[in-house]
């Protein structure tokens, strides 16, 4: 930005750079993220925060302009720190940094709030593009993420119940221990198997599994 000074002189007002917030749980994933981003003029690292909890606490403080978000961490997750953060700071910035390109993950960082999701192999200069580009109020979600998000919507979506059988699948359950879990019978058990390895595409119970944890669908 330029304004005319006393002498009739063009001169450059310097532009303040975008103050960034870094939660990640390792600690040497949050000092190289500072370091790199430090090297660019219009970008400060503010402060730095090893979960969701943290993070919080930090925006109150430092009131950064974009935040840097891990989707996995201890105590507070990703996706529900966004939550909170969104409920108590609507307009925040949030661009979702993490090494977990599951469908569902992405899914539920976005609808939670997120306005940018990259993978932690993203390039140097795609990371400072995306900070950019989310606190000029506008979103970025790297190609290989914006596949991924738009296989979901076109694949057949788990119902409640479903869900709720195919975690206990992963917990590795049999049909009999989730109709105890569940209260209902067998028969209903081996139903929404079947549908669920129908619409995962998976020819058995431990494809189902591997599916399932990949997309982010499930945990261990």
């Given at each position: 930005m330029v304004m005319q000074t006393d002498q009739g002189t063009i001169a450059q007002r310097p532009t303040a750079p975008i103050r960034v917030l870094i939660t990640d749980d390792h600690p040497a994933m949050r000092e190289g993220l500072s370091a790199l981003l430090e090297r660019q003029v219009d970008l400060q690292v503010v402060a730095m925060a090893a979960d969701g909890y943290d993070a919080i606490a930090l925006i109150r403080t430092?009131?950064?302009?974009?935040?840097?978000?891990?989707?996995?961490?201890?105590?507070?997750?990703?996706?529900?720190?966004?939550?909170?953060?969104?409920?108590e700071w609507p307009e925040a910035r949030i661009i979702i940094l993490t090494t977990f390109d599951g469908d569902e993950d992405i899914f539920r960082a976005?609808?939670?709030?997120?306005?940018?999701?990259?993978?932690?192999?993203?390039?140097?200069?795609?990371?400072?593009?995306?900070?950019?580009?989310?606190?000029?109020?506008?979103?970025?979600?790297m190609s290989q993420v914006a596949q991924k998000?738009?296989?979901?919507?076109?694949?057949?979506?788990?119902?409640?119940?479903?869900?709720?059988?195919?975690?206990?699948?992963?917990?590795?359950?049999?049909?009999?221990?989730?109709?105890?879990?569940?209260?209902?019978?067998?028969?209903?058990?081996?139903?929404?198997?079947?549908?669920?390895?129908?619409?995962?595409?998976?020819?058995?119970?431990?494809?189902?599994?591997?599916?399932?944890?990949?997309?982010?669908?499930?945990?261990?």
């Amino acid at each position: 930005m330029v304004m005319q000074t006393d002498q009739g002189t063009i001169a450059q007002r310097p532009t303040a750079p975008i103050r960034v917030l870094i939660t990640d749980d390792h600690p040497a994933m949050r000092e190289g993220l500072s370091a790199l981003l430090e090297r660019q003029v219009d970008l400060q690292v503010v402060a730095m925060a090893a979960d969701g909890y943290d993070a919080i606490a930090l925006i109150r403080t430092h009131q950064p302009d974009v935040i840097l978000m891990d989707l996995r961490m201890p105590r507070l997750e990703g996706a529900d720190a966004i939550a909170a953060i969104c409920g108590e700071w609507p307009e925040a910035r949030i661009i979702i940094l993490t090494t977990f390109d599951g469908d569902e993950d992405i899914f539920r960082a976005l609808r939670a709030g997120a306005r940018g999701y990259l993978l932690k192999d993203a390039p140097c200069e795609e990371l400072f593009t995306a900070i950019r580009q989310v606190h000029g109020g506008q979103k970025y979600i790297m190609s290989q993420v914006a596949q991924k998000l738009t296989d979901r919507f076109q694949s057949s979506e788990l119902t409640d119940r479903e869900m709720e059988v195919l975690k206990l699948l992963v917990q590795g359950n049999t049909n009999r221990d989730i109709s105890e879990l569940l209260c209902i019978a067998e028969g209903t058990v081996k139903f929404h198997v079947r549908n669920i390895l129908d619409k995962l595409g998976a020819s058995d119970r431990t494809q189902a599994v591997t599916i399932a944890l990949k997309r982010g669908l499930a945990r261990l």
